[in-house]
Protein backbone atom coordinates (compact mmCIF):
# COMPACT_ATOMS: atom_id res chain seq x y z
CA UNK A 1 0.00 0.00 0.00
CA UNK A 2 1.32 3.34 -1.11
CA UNK A 3 1.56 6.25 2.07
CA UNK A 4 -0.55 8.99 0.96
CA UNK A 5 1.06 11.64 -1.46
CA UNK A 6 1.12 14.22 1.47
CA UNK A 7 3.28 12.02 3.25
CA UNK A 8 5.53 10.48 0.45
CA UNK A 9 6.18 14.08 -1.12
CA UNK A 10 7.75 14.83 2.58
CA UNK A 11 11.43 15.62 2.80
CA UNK A 12 13.52 13.51 5.50
CA UNK A 13 15.33 15.17 7.86
CA UNK A 14 18.45 14.59 5.75
CA UNK A 15 17.19 16.12 2.47
CA UNK A 16 16.00 18.95 4.85
CA UNK A 17 19.54 18.93 6.23
CA UNK A 18 21.92 19.08 3.05
CA UNK A 19 19.05 21.86 1.88
CA UNK A 20 20.20 24.07 4.96
CA UNK A 21 23.74 23.31 4.15
CA UNK A 22 23.91 24.22 0.83
CA UNK A 23 21.69 27.45 2.08
CA UNK A 24 24.30 28.53 4.46
CA UNK A 25 27.29 27.72 2.32
CA UNK A 26 26.08 30.16 -0.54
CA UNK A 27 29.75 31.77 -1.62
CA UNK A 28 27.47 35.19 -2.10
CA UNK A 29 26.11 35.01 1.63
CA UNK A 30 30.03 35.05 3.25
CA UNK A 31 28.87 32.58 6.03
CA UNK A 32 31.37 29.76 5.30
CA UNK A 33 33.98 29.21 2.89
CA UNK A 34 36.30 25.68 1.74
CA UNK A 35 35.56 23.58 4.97
CA UNK A 36 34.29 26.04 7.43
CA UNK A 37 31.54 25.64 9.69
CA UNK A 38 29.23 22.30 10.19
CA UNK A 39 25.70 21.26 10.55
CA UNK A 40 23.28 18.50 11.70
CA UNK A 41 20.31 17.04 12.22
CA UNK A 42 18.47 14.98 14.58
CA UNK A 43 16.94 11.80 13.50
CA UNK A 44 15.57 10.41 16.90
CA UNK A 45 16.25 10.17 19.87
CA UNK A 46 19.43 8.05 19.60
CA UNK A 47 21.41 9.16 16.46
CA UNK A 48 21.92 12.10 14.48
CA UNK A 49 23.24 13.16 11.33
CA UNK A 50 26.29 15.70 11.26
CA UNK A 51 28.53 16.84 8.74
CA UNK A 52 31.94 15.01 8.30
CA UNK A 53 35.10 16.20 8.41
CA UNK A 54 36.39 18.46 5.88
CA UNK A 55 33.52 18.52 3.96
CA UNK A 56 31.83 21.91 1.92
CA UNK A 57 28.90 23.32 3.06
CA UNK A 58 27.83 24.40 -0.52
CA UNK A 59 27.87 21.01 -2.01
CA UNK A 60 27.05 18.41 0.74
CA UNK A 61 26.08 15.25 0.09
CA UNK A 62 24.64 12.52 1.61
CA UNK A 63 27.94 10.64 1.22
CA UNK A 64 29.60 13.74 3.38
CA UNK A 65 27.91 13.44 6.64
CA UNK A 66 27.78 11.00 8.97
CA UNK A 67 25.42 9.18 11.39
CA UNK A 68 26.35 9.46 15.27
CA UNK A 69 24.85 7.96 18.31
CA UNK A 70 24.11 10.42 20.92
CA UNK A 71 25.48 7.89 23.34
CA UNK A 72 28.88 7.86 22.56
CA UNK A 73 29.58 11.92 22.34
CA UNK A 74 27.23 12.82 25.22
CA UNK A 75 29.76 11.36 27.99
CA UNK A 76 32.58 13.64 26.52
CA UNK A 77 30.65 16.44 28.11
CA UNK A 78 31.72 15.16 31.53
CA UNK A 79 35.34 14.12 30.67
CA UNK A 80 38.52 15.20 32.09
CA UNK A 81 41.42 16.26 29.91
CA UNK A 82 41.53 14.06 26.57
CA UNK A 83 44.10 13.45 23.80
CA UNK A 84 43.23 14.25 20.67
CA UNK A 85 44.06 10.56 19.58
CA UNK A 86 41.59 9.63 22.28
CA UNK A 87 38.70 11.69 20.93
CA UNK A 88 39.48 10.86 17.56
CA UNK A 89 39.24 7.01 18.25
CA UNK A 90 35.88 8.15 20.11
CA UNK A 91 34.50 10.15 17.24
CA UNK A 92 34.94 7.45 14.85
CA UNK A 93 33.34 4.72 17.22
CA UNK A 94 30.69 7.33 17.13
CA UNK A 95 29.35 6.57 13.72
CA UNK A 96 26.41 3.98 13.13
CA UNK A 97 28.29 2.74 9.71
CA UNK A 98 32.14 2.16 9.86
CA UNK A 99 32.06 2.85 6.01
CA UNK A 100 30.91 6.82 7.19
CA UNK A 101 33.80 9.48 7.31
CA UNK A 102 34.59 11.01 10.33
CA UNK A 103 32.53 13.19 11.80
CA UNK A 104 33.82 16.98 12.75
CA UNK A 105 35.39 17.56 16.12
CA UNK A 106 32.57 20.16 16.41
CA UNK A 107 30.10 17.30 16.63
CA UNK A 108 30.44 17.11 20.31
CA UNK A 109 28.92 19.95 20.75
CA UNK A 110 26.15 19.59 18.07
CA UNK A 111 25.43 16.42 20.23
CA UNK A 112 24.65 18.20 23.43
CA UNK A 113 22.32 20.99 21.54
CA UNK A 114 20.52 18.42 19.54
CA UNK A 115 18.92 17.24 23.05
CA UNK A 116 17.87 20.66 24.24
CA UNK A 117 13.81 20.73 24.23
CA UNK A 118 12.63 22.17 20.52
CA UNK A 119 16.08 21.99 18.47
CA UNK A 120 15.89 19.27 15.71
CA UNK A 121 18.87 21.22 13.49
CA UNK A 122 21.94 23.32 14.31
CA UNK A 123 24.41 25.16 11.75
CA UNK A 124 27.63 26.46 12.55
CA UNK A 125 28.75 29.25 10.76
CA UNK A 126 31.67 31.56 10.06
CA UNK A 127 30.32 35.11 9.13
CA UNK A 128 32.26 38.07 8.30
CA UNK A 129 29.96 40.67 9.41
CA UNK A 130 29.65 38.66 12.73
CA UNK A 131 33.33 38.54 12.98
CA UNK A 132 34.05 41.80 12.82
CA UNK A 133 32.08 42.07 16.04
CA UNK A 134 33.82 38.76 17.59
CA UNK A 135 37.15 39.72 16.63
CA UNK A 136 36.48 42.89 18.83
CA UNK A 137 35.81 44.31 21.84
CA UNK A 138 32.79 44.80 21.45
CA UNK A 139 31.84 41.32 21.10
CA UNK A 140 29.87 40.91 24.25
CA UNK A 141 27.81 43.74 23.87
CA UNK A 142 26.59 42.07 20.55
CA UNK A 143 25.47 39.34 22.21
CA UNK A 144 23.57 40.51 25.10
CA UNK A 145 22.00 43.57 23.28
CA UNK A 146 19.31 43.89 20.64
CA UNK A 147 18.94 46.38 17.89
CA UNK A 148 15.81 45.99 16.64
CA UNK A 149 12.41 44.39 16.77
CA UNK A 150 13.42 41.39 13.62
CA UNK A 151 16.65 40.61 15.16
CA UNK A 152 14.80 39.17 18.71
CA UNK A 153 11.88 37.70 16.62
CA UNK A 154 14.64 35.47 14.83
CA UNK A 155 17.61 35.16 17.25
CA UNK A 156 15.84 35.37 20.72
CA UNK A 157 16.24 38.28 23.31
CA UNK A 158 19.49 37.56 23.32
CA UNK A 159 22.62 35.08 22.25
CA UNK A 160 24.95 33.09 24.21
CA UNK A 161 28.29 34.47 24.80
CA UNK A 162 31.02 31.97 24.69
CA UNK A 163 34.20 33.88 25.61
CA UNK A 164 37.08 32.20 22.71
CA UNK A 165 38.31 28.54 23.42
CA UNK A 166 40.12 26.16 21.23
CA UNK A 167 38.11 24.00 18.98
CA UNK A 168 37.45 20.89 20.27
CA UNK A 169 36.43 19.12 22.95
CA UNK A 170 37.19 22.12 25.41
CA UNK A 171 34.86 24.26 23.21
CA UNK A 172 32.01 22.06 23.42
CA UNK A 173 32.00 21.56 27.16
CA UNK A 174 32.42 25.65 27.27
CA UNK A 175 29.34 25.83 25.26
CA UNK A 176 27.75 23.65 27.06
CA UNK A 177 28.20 25.73 30.29
CA UNK A 178 26.95 28.81 29.16
CA UNK A 179 23.95 27.32 27.36
CA UNK A 180 23.28 25.99 30.63
CA UNK A 181 23.57 29.05 32.71
CA UNK A 182 21.35 30.65 29.81
CA UNK A 183 18.93 28.53 30.58
CA UNK A 184 18.61 28.60 34.04
CA UNK A 185 18.77 32.24 33.97
CA UNK A 186 15.77 33.04 30.63
CA UNK A 187 14.03 29.60 31.12
CA UNK A 188 14.21 29.26 27.45
CA UNK A 189 17.00 27.58 25.18
CA UNK A 190 18.67 29.97 23.12
CA UNK A 191 18.37 31.08 19.63
CA UNK A 192 21.82 31.77 18.32
CA UNK A 193 25.12 31.11 20.46
CA UNK A 194 28.32 33.73 19.36
CA UNK A 195 31.55 32.49 19.58
CA UNK A 196 34.45 34.84 20.27
CA UNK A 197 37.21 35.07 17.68
CA UNK A 198 35.36 32.34 16.15
CA UNK A 199 31.60 31.95 14.76
CA UNK A 200 28.00 31.64 15.36
CA UNK A 201 26.23 28.57 16.15
CA UNK A 202 21.91 28.48 14.89
CA UNK A 203 19.44 26.39 16.46
CA UNK A 204 15.82 26.01 16.06
CA UNK A 205 13.11 23.05 15.18
CA UNK A 206 13.28 23.83 11.43
CA UNK A 207 16.29 24.14 8.75
CA UNK A 208 14.15 27.70 8.10
CA UNK A 209 14.74 28.69 11.57
CA UNK A 210 18.44 27.87 11.79
CA UNK A 211 18.68 30.03 8.55
CA UNK A 212 16.26 33.01 9.57
CA UNK A 213 18.80 33.46 12.75
CA UNK A 214 22.10 33.47 10.53
CA UNK A 215 20.58 35.76 8.34
CA UNK A 216 19.14 37.80 10.63
CA UNK A 217 22.63 37.87 12.86
CA UNK A 218 24.67 38.90 10.07
CA UNK A 219 22.07 41.69 9.30
CA UNK A 220 22.26 42.67 12.63
CA UNK A 221 26.17 42.84 12.73
CA UNK A 222 26.14 44.72 9.77
CA UNK A 223 23.62 47.25 10.83
CA UNK A 224 25.67 47.26 14.74
CA UNK A 225 28.95 48.30 12.60
CA UNK A 226 27.17 50.74 10.27
CA UNK A 227 25.86 52.36 13.72
CA UNK A 228 29.19 52.47 15.37
CA UNK A 229 30.78 54.06 12.36
CA UNK A 230 28.17 56.68 12.17
CA UNK A 231 28.25 57.36 16.23
CA UNK A 232 30.57 55.51 17.77
CA UNK A 233 28.02 53.46 19.78
CA UNK A 234 24.95 51.87 18.91
CA UNK A 235 21.52 53.11 19.80
CA UNK A 236 20.09 49.37 21.44
CA UNK A 237 16.15 48.70 22.45
CA UNK A 238 15.87 48.92 26.28
CA UNK A 239 15.42 45.96 28.40
CA UNK A 240 11.49 46.45 28.77
CA UNK A 241 11.69 47.23 24.85
CA UNK A 242 13.21 43.91 23.80
CA UNK A 243 10.91 41.66 26.09
CA UNK A 244 7.54 43.51 25.29
CA UNK A 245 8.68 42.59 21.26
CA UNK A 246 9.21 38.88 23.04
CA UNK A 247 6.27 38.39 24.63
CA UNK A 248 3.61 39.95 21.73
CA UNK A 249 1.19 38.01 20.50
CA UNK A 250 1.72 38.92 16.82
CA UNK A 251 5.08 38.17 16.58
CA UNK A 252 4.69 34.73 17.86
CA UNK A 253 1.75 34.22 14.91
CA UNK A 254 4.67 35.68 12.78
CA UNK A 255 7.16 33.37 14.23
CA UNK A 256 4.62 30.31 13.44
CA UNK A 257 3.83 31.52 9.76
CA UNK A 258 7.30 31.83 9.01
CA UNK A 259 8.84 28.60 10.45
CA UNK A 260 10.87 29.73 12.98
Known amino acids: ?34 GEGNTSARLSDETFVVKSSGSNLATLSESG ?13 SAEAMTDVAIDEILFASRVSTDAKKPSVEAIFHAYLLTLPGVSFVGHTHPVAVNALLCSAHART ?8 DEIVCCGVESVFVPYTDPGLKL ?10 FIQRL ?33 AAEIFLGAAAISGEP ?3 TSDQVERIAGRPDEHYRQKALGI
Not at 15 to 25: A, D, F, K, V
Not at 65 to 76: A, K, M, Q
Open 187 to 219: SRPPRVILLENHGMIALGATPEAVLAATLMAVK
Open 235 to 237: QFL
Open 1 to 34: MQPPASLASQPTPLERLLGLSHQLGREDRKLAIL
Open 65 to 77: VSECRFESLIPLL
Open 172 to 181: SQAIQSAVAD
Open 142 to 149: FATRRLFP
